[in-house]
């Protein structure tokens, strides 16, 4: 099935390291959603967007809903150990319309 | 914890079996999303329901899987004559309305042997 492309696949930072993923699609998307995966557990929503430009921040988390809607991008600023997961975008596509397409996934892993 | 539950959390069974799963959205949701999630990929659509209605199905639910929610609460996916390749995590989903995010259970692996 149709999976959205999301960047980079894997990242090594170091604790305290800012860090920035992003979501694309060839296709408009009017929701944009972020999850974090820990192993062996179900996706934990972080931030959910409904409007093209929108920002919108959840502590040390940031996400903006792409003015083109194809595409979204998140940030986290000053990571710590317990941010180490994968991240995944989703968005849904039309309204009426309510099945999530999730993204590849972007794991994160902290260096010590 | 008010969160959506699913049982069992692990599944293991003989390729051929009849395996079933059960969801408990979290209260007063009344939609309620099935996903199959593979190793290294993101979770992907099978099919949901508006209260005890089953509204859309995805192209990847067979005619071996059938999902209910006699009741408009709890749900149930049942894969039949199971086969090598439904080795995967079954995820439920469930939302307030269709405008609200939908919040995950922990899954049910299912290994096939």
């Known amino acids: 099935g149709q999976q959205l492309n999301q960047s980079p696949q894997s990242m090594f930072i170091q604790e305290g390291e800012d860090v920035s993923m992003n979501c694309t699609s060839s296709?408009?998307?009017?929701?944009w959603l972020w999850y974090k995966q820990d192993p062996g557990e179900g996706p934990v929503l972080l931030i959910a967007l409904y409007k093209a430009g929108e920002l919108t921040s959840n502590g040390r988390l940031t996400a903006q809903f792409g003015i083109t809607r194809k595409d979204s991008f998140l940030n986290i600023s000053a990571s710590i150990p317990s941010d180490v997961g994968i991240y995944f975008c989703a968005g849904i596509s039309n309204f009426g319309n309510e099945k999530l397409t999730f993204g590849t996934g972007t794991r994160l892993t902290i260096i010590p | 914890d008010t969160g959506v539950s699913q049982d069992p959390r692990h599944k293991i069974t003989k390729r051929g079996q009849n395996v079933t799963f059960r969801c408990d959205p979290i209260?007063?949701?009344?939609?309620l999303y099935w996903y199959r999630q593979t190793l290294g990929q993101g979770p992907e659509f099978l099919t949901y329901f508006q209260n005890e209605a089953q509204l859309e199905k995805s192209r990847l639910l067979s005619d071996r899987f059938s999902a209910e929610r006699p009741k408009g609460s709890f749900s149930t996916l049942e894969i039949q004559r199971t086969e090598q390749g439904d080795s995967a995590m079954y995820l439920c989903a469930s939302s307030f309305d269709s405008h609200q995010p939908q919040h995950f259970g922990d899954g049910t692996r299912l290994s096939i042997l």
């Open positions: 209260s007063e949701h009344n939609r």
């Open positions: 296709s408009i998307f009017n929701t």
